[in-house]
């Protein structure tokens, strides 16, 4: 006769140890797969459900959850980035006998295609003119001393840098450090012509090694150094087209600032006598100071983050963490600095290992689980909770997650943010269908079947999962 003892253990075993059956079904239907995934309660934290849930993934964008609520809770909702209008030398007989500066620090939204003040350089040339000054015998120089000189982080791909979506980072940005290249394409096989670049760089030299080709989409890869003029353009885009758009980074972000503003003096017949310059050290000349120039307030910054799943906001608002703390925004010192607040709060940072502020390298770590408790504790505890809720869209309805969960109960009830790259699909925030108040991350690492297959998959995971603890 067995032992019932033996029994005993072996049905606690299975209560305990073995996956239940949305659990088991999320990971058969992704075979071969790693898949991590937690839901908690969003007020006391209890676990609901939970499949290797203290192992580490990568995340790809669903970082920008930890990189927003950091900002948030270290820098405060309604803060402002500010780009200053200083002066060196002497204004006299309306002739400034000096350079005018533009001293940035970081913000991301100076000419964005998103949000912030689209006639800046207008108000910027109007402070000039207010200021007595018709003449500038100096230099016009883009200080971004600010950051680091860095650009591209050191943790990115060759393959991502110098896309559009990995631009450098830098104490000034301008346009999303965004440039667009059209192109007319003809048979296939042919070269491209290039007919536009915007914004118009004159320095910049561009290595067009592109191919027509019958495809309808883009397959166009930019390829360049920091702060580099020369960019190289590989790959293939359709034949047969008018116009085709690539979109590629901005070299010299600080450079180019400093080109349209003296532009924009010139075309309203202030005189500069010398030439655009950029600088990424911090100078000693004693400067005086003419406008301020400020961002829109942060809370509106990361819904473009959250939204968008908006790399470039990502990387400036993580850099700047470490300006406000330490003087000079730089990729160690952020990474250090949010691990620092986390641990501060009594989160467990062992699995945590951030290297940018997008989730655009493949290094970044950490747990399913201790994403669910900075989720919780924002929901719970922080002063902004209302601004990072607001931050996040709505399933079925926008930015990003606009099509998962579409035309089903959980439409309008979820909102999330999805993190994406090859061989990856993850989602991370929060349910309230009136019902269930819930927090979950789920993430699917290294799978080979089609997106939509594994997308679809982690829908029906959703449903059943709400449905099951009805």
Sequence with gaps: MVNMRYILIFCFSLIFFLPSKGQATLQQKLNGAMVSFAINDAITGERITHYQSEVAITPASITKLITTASALEILGADYRFRTYIEYDGTIQDSILNGNLYIRGTGDPTLGSDFIGDRNFMQTWTEAVRRAGIAKVTGNIVADASAYDDEGFNPR?????????????????????NTLYLSFQTDAVGTTPVLFKIKPENPNLIINNQLRASKIDYDSAYIYGAPLCNTRILRGAIPAYRKTFVVRGDIPNPPQLLAQQFKQAL??????????ETAIFTVSTTSRKQLYIHTSPALKEMIKIVNFQSNNHYAEHIFKHIAFVKTGVGTNDSAKRIIKSFWEQKGIDVSSFMQQDGSGLSRENTFTVKFLNEILLYMNTKS?????????????????????????????????????SMSHIQCYSGYINDGKHHYIFTVAVNNFSQPRSVVIKAIQQWLLDSVTTTE
């Design 383 to 419: 002063r902004y909770s209302e601004d990072f809720l607001a931050s996040l869209p709505q399933a079925g309805k926008d930015g990003t997650v606009r099509n998962i969960l579409k035309n089903t109960r959980l439409q309008g009830c979820v909102q999330l943010k999805s993190g």
């Design 156 to 176: 990115w791909t060759w393959l991502d840098v110098a896309n559009y979506y990995a631009s450098g980072i830098y104490g000034i940005s301008i346009n999303d």
């Design 266 to 275: 010139e075309e309203n017949n202030i005189t500069v006598s010398g030439h």
